[in-house]
């Protein structure tokens, strides 16, 4: 009977992270399909990325009810406790993943008339590719439960900010010299911000991978690289 709740509960656990991996793969999918609808100002793709996402709050829902059943059934301690918080944590950042991926489509559908400075639209692809990087890495992080790759991760957050703070550069530039611009360089200043705080949420995760890993917090200043919060209109 002892033998048959651990196998149980062993399951249960792995339908966890069955569940994170799921919803990861989701977020990725709908990222990349977001940025493709910007970039090819293709609405009926935007619309598919904006629907796709309530398939990832599914899984949230899901995957919240379950960690409260387990909690009230199992009453786990130390580290399956960990874990299974661990877990929630990463679904958490995931949904949010979602969203901003989801707005990012949005902001696509509201540009899908207008034509994109090439310049700009390549910034934001490399944004995208490494933020997709990030996510993969810190997915297979957490399923390999690997704490040195999901310090790495960590650490090459800095790489997405500081694009970012030379799109902005670039989008007030382009702003500055022709007003007619300001509406669609608003859309792309707002994407470029939803890439970022995706890879923010990447580095979310690495640190709950590190903890659920090692057991401690990292404890030193997270590595940041966005001054635009600091940036004056009309600075290069």
Not at 58 to 77: S, V
Not at 85 to 108: F, H, S, Y
Not at 116 to 127: A, E, F
Request: aromatic content about 4%; hydrophobic content about 40%; proline content about 2%.
């Amino acid at each position: 009977m002892n033998e048959h709740i651990v196998k149980s509960y062993e399951s249960e656990l792995s339908q966890l992270d069955r569940k994170v991996v799921q919803m990861g793969g989701l977020a990725e999918q709908l990222l990349g399909q977001a940025f493709e609808a910007l970039e090819r100002r293709n609405p009926k793709l935007a619309d598919a990325a904006v629907t796709s996402d309530a398939a990832i709050d599914r899984l949230q829902r899901e995957l919240e009810e379950q960690t409260i059943g387990m909690i009230a059934r199992r009453q786990p301690l130390a580290l399956d406790l960990r874990q299974i918080m661990a877990t929630l944590k990463v679904a958490g950042d995931l949904e949010r993943v979602g969203d901003l991926a989801k707005n990012i489509a949005k902001r696509a559908l509201a540009v899908s008339g207008e034509s994109h400075p090439k310049t700009l639209i390549t910034g934001l692809r490399h944004m995208t590719d490494l933020a997709l990087r990030q996510l993969k890495d810190v997915l297979d992080a957490f399923a390999q439960r690997d704490a040195e790759k999901a310090l790495e991760v960590w650490r090459n957050d800095e790489q997405i900010d500081a694009l970012y703070n030379s799109i902005f550069r670039e989008l007030l530039t382009y702003m500055m010299e022709d007003p007619r611009n300001i509406g669609l360089c608003t859309h792309l200043l707002f994407g470029a911000k939803n890439i970022e705080r995706i890879g923010d949420h990447a580095t979310n995760i690495a640190e709950t991978v590190h903890y659920l890993v090692r057991g401690v917090a990292l404890t030193d200043d997270r590595p940041k690289g966005d001054k635009t919060s600091t940036t004056l209109i009309g600075t290069s």
